[in-house]
């Protein structure tokens, strides 16, 4: 039997895909979501970097807290990125996130893990542990953003 | 003594906004914060909508997903209407956000009250108190978006 090179793609994006990409009602949508969480993302991967640092002083409960976000925010990203959202502007997306789905999943796998990590070093109260976390947990955003997001 | 009048009013905004709205660089941050967070929030919202409403099948553990990160959102979104964040275009937030800082805020605890317990409900496994909770949860987003957000 020949399947039609349509259906065939069909199937293919739909495994890919999987529930939490099906969710969107349109590709903007999908855009606007994981541009907003990388956003909220950002501003507190930034008031962490400001107390590791020294910039701001160091609060345990605090650094709990944006760590905490962080890791949320983490786990929300990708079903953004999912197959049939690669088509919005704008954006600073790279084609490669779709033509590399695995590898890139693997990157947010990562940063799941790093961030959840990141919040058990954040409750240790100590400044150290939260430094090394810190560490490691934003050393995702760098390699990942190097590789699938345009300048 | 006599006080500056602009000395007067930055030491009003500074109790007003509290550690948290103190933390955006820049007013445009804030603004982009509560967008993305409110978006998020829309978007977890509308799926529990097509739940309750019987438009996607009832899944227990999907809608408590749902409902945790409609809760977590709500605790977020706050932060980016604090004094100060009002001049920022585009915008779909009237200016009494900020004339009525205390009401605006009671809209805001009393959707973090409903959604936690929205989480609660949906972890009940049980479809008609899921109805109910979101219902209420909701409510909320309405009444405020008639008082404080242009259409």
């Not at 969107?24 to 970097?49: C, I, N, T, W």
């Not at 779709?98 to 990590?117: N, P, R, V």
């Not at 070093?121 to 190097?146: E, M, Q, S, W, Y």
Request: net charge positive; glycine share 8%; hydrophobic share 45%.
């Amino acid at each position: 039997m020949r399947i039609p090179v349509s259906l065939a793609i069909a199937a293919t994006v739909a495994v890919m895909a999987g529930p939490a990409s099906a969710q969107f009602a349109k590709p903007e949508d999908a855009a606007k979501y994981r541009q907003g969480v990388m956003f909220v993302m950002s501003q507190h991967v930034g008031r962490l970097g400001a107390m590791t640092s020294g910039r701001v002083p160091y609060d345990a409960r605090v650094a709990t807290e944006n760590a905490e976000i962080v890791a949320d925010m983490a786990k929300l990203a990708w079903a953004g990125f999912g197959p049939g959202y690669d088509k919005v502007t704008p954006s600073r997306a790279k084609a490669e996130i779709w033509s590399e789905q695995a590898k890139f999943k693997e990157h947010g796998e990562k940063l799941i893990a790093d961030s959840t990590k990141l919040v058990a070093a954040a409750k240790t109260n100590n400044l150290d542990n939260l430094k090394a976390a810190f560490g490691a947990t934003a050393g995702n955003c760098k390699t990942c953003h190097d590789a699938y997001r345009r300048d």
